[in-house]
């Protein structure tokens, strides 16, 4: 479904990738873990455009995507939940939601997506008239997501969605995200809480200083002696 | 002698013996505009002081009003010397920066907050000089009393030669001050500031004091460089030395020359400068406004085009030869 | 001095505060959109003025259709200066953006005296006024002061109620998550000088009741804007409309006490003290 082929990007005089490769396939959830700074978050802003890449291809189901602008990007299907949630703090929580069917298909559909997603999410349907800033951390990284599935898209960016959480709330929030998985949408996450993520996905990507350091299965990376020492803590 | 020294005293020692090249009748124009461009230069010189530092004042025609005025009020009222009338005012223009720097920047006030602060301020002193009409005849300027001939103590000349002198010196003490002020200690604490304020703040810099210093400086060079305009023009106007429009033109100035490089307000001055007296000569009377058009047209065009400013935009041509000690991008 | 001047000035400054409210809001939308303070808008105001003024005394046209007539004027001039001068430079340093538009000041302002030379004009409209208590209600300050409430009143349906204006509101709190949403942030960008520029073409209608036009009419109200807005916080739409009637009122007070420019220098000055007391603007919130 999603291609990135040997992309190098960066900022200014600094590259933050370099030749990253990574497929994901439809209905897939693909984990990229890895340290601080490894440039995670600058792979997920290359795939939905807010970063130009300054080398290789995206390739989003069968369509090229490279060069386009995020705007562009979001009509063919991908919907990234921004590391730090990004939400309008000074909209209400239904109009937040509303931003998220700003495309005119989105638009269409808008009651159907609007039922669905207070349905996974009936908290963010109590709140709906209030201001999204007053949300609890967990409240707000569930209305991210939210928004993002209000875009009726095939691929989700997550990044770094457990960030600033309360353990107990980590927990609810990778249910939560199990549950948009059951739904059928496909997932890429970045995460840093590499232990409960490796148990959510199919399969993960190791980054480390801008590249590819290693790929496979969950279970497999989870196993590997250096994984569970430098990542998790075990 | 290196090769830049020598550039320099070669330089200098030409703009020493400009007056005696025979000009023609052209003299007294030609070094009219040379007063100009080293009184104004000296002036863009004091605002990049605190604008190369992320301190962008639109508000030194405050400054320079209150320079210019209190001279020439003292003078023209109490007969007092330009000699003192002129520090009284640049002490005035002190009051006013520490009035409104300290506040300013104990409370934070940043970016645009603080330059449309430095605007407010801008405009009360030429509200105030058009309000307090009376004695400062309002927005129809004020004519400096004439002391019936060269005067040293009055500072009246009517030797053009005498301002030209004055005012390259005084440029050339204003390049001193800016290189000093690049070269010392503060220079590198006051560049954490203009970067990241709290990463200065938390390596134990004053920033307020250091704030405040650039900005006493900068006021008291702009109320002098006020001074010596109104005794050179010997007229002053609420329109022309205080409120949006000549700050404005100050900040222009520098930009366009370069606020990052020692030369640059000079350039920028001096471009302005044969711009404006080009389009003057050019259209005349004939076409009230034409000129300035031209000008607002090209001064955008120039903003758009050369972001860094003529010395930036001419050192990135030169592909940084000179490492930029104090170029930032902001 | 008898009271019922200061009951008149204070009226007076409550119809001003009311077309100051609407330049105050256009140029705070305008920022809160694009981090852009347009140091030309009341420059724009003042050539929608003098459009306004031919379409009036030149052709004859009725004030109700010139009147809207103006508005589009503003709006299209919002379009030209952001297409022209602001896209160029959205990413330069905000200094170079503030003297992009500074230099359009310039141009605006000597344009309009080579156009028109420095001659005031003004569309004259005889219209009654009211007498209430012995104060005298003119209708030029009273129609101005009902028509800019009922634009805000469709400037906050349209923020609050379209989609296109609560994308507004949302750009402006953050550029980048809208373009994750599929909104050109470009498209936005327009809309916004526009609908900003129209703000500035219904404030020229507003101000020709009671103003003449000349080229250096910005300079009077100009500086006053900005202080408006960065009193009510700069992109703070509720704040600009409440800082608007503040600095009418000082104004108004202030010019009937002492003299006009006085009023002026107290409004600035308390600007001033307020930015050190609350410098996010009066109805900030305390961090």
Redo the contacts between chains.
Sequence with gaps: MLEVRRVTAGYGAFTALWDVSLTVAAGEAVAVVGPNGAGKTTLMRVI???VPSRGGELVFEGTPLTGR???QI??HGI??V?EGR??????TVA??L???A??PP??RAYRQSLERVYGLFPVLAERRAQRAGSLSGGEQQMLAIG?ALM?RPKLILLDEPSMGLAPVMVFRLFDLIRRVRAEGYTILVVEQNVRQVLKLVDRAYLLEVGRIRMEGRAELLSEQDFVRKAYMGL | MSGPRLAAALAIAALVGAPFVPMGGMRQYVLHVAIQIFIWAFIGSAWSLM?RFGL?S?GHGAFLGVGAYTTVLLWNHFRLTPWLGGPAGVGLAVLVALV?GY??F????V???F???T???G??VR??I??ERDCTDGSLGLTLKTAGGDSLLAVQFADKRVFYYAALLVWLAGLWIWHRVDRSMARAALEAIGEDETAAASVGIHVTRFKLGITVASAALTAFGGALYAQYITYVNPDTLS???VS?KI??AV?LGGMYSLLGPLIGTALTTALSEGLRIAFGLK???????I???L??VF??FL?AGIAGGARRLVGRRVAPVTAS?? | MDPIFLVEAAINGILLGGVLAVLALGLNLI?GVLDI?W?AYVDLVMLAMYAFYFMVQGHGWSVWVAGPATLVVGALLGIAVHLL?IS??LT?????Q???T??????????????W??DHRSVRLSLPSVEIGGIFLPFTRVIPFAISILAMLALYLFLRHT?IG??I??VS??R??????????QRVYVVTSAVGGAMAGLAATLLSFQYSVH?FFG?QF??LT??I??LGG?GNMVGAFVASFVMSEIIAIGGVM??T??G??IA??V??VV???R?GGILARRE
Excluded: W
Excluded at chain 1, 86 to 91: A, S, V
Excluded at chain 2, 287 to 293: D, I, K, N, S, V
């Design positions: 939905s455009g807010l602008r995020a705007h979001v009509a919907a990234h921004p990004r939400i309008f703090p000074g909209l109009e937040n509303k931003m998220g700003f495309l989105a638009r928004r875009s | 604008g962008v639109l409104l506040p300013c104990r409370f934070r006030v970016g645009h907050y330059g449309l602060v605007l407010a301020v405009e009360v509200l105030l058009i309000a409120g949006i429009g404005l900040v222009f930009v076409f009230l406004g034409m000129a300035e058009t000008y607002g047209v001064l955008i903003i758009i972001p991008p902001a | 920022f303070v140091i001068i160029p430079i330069s340093a905000p200094i170079n503030l003297l992009a500074g230099g359009l000041l310039f141009f605006l302002q000597s344009f309009a005296t080579f156009l030379t420095t989609y609560t994308a509101r949302a709190q953050d980048d998550a809208m373009a994750l949403m599929g909104a050109n942030p080229p300079g100009g500086p900005f202080m807005c960065v700069l002492f003299s420019e006085m002026y220098v600035f000055v600007f001033i930015m050190f007391a410098p």
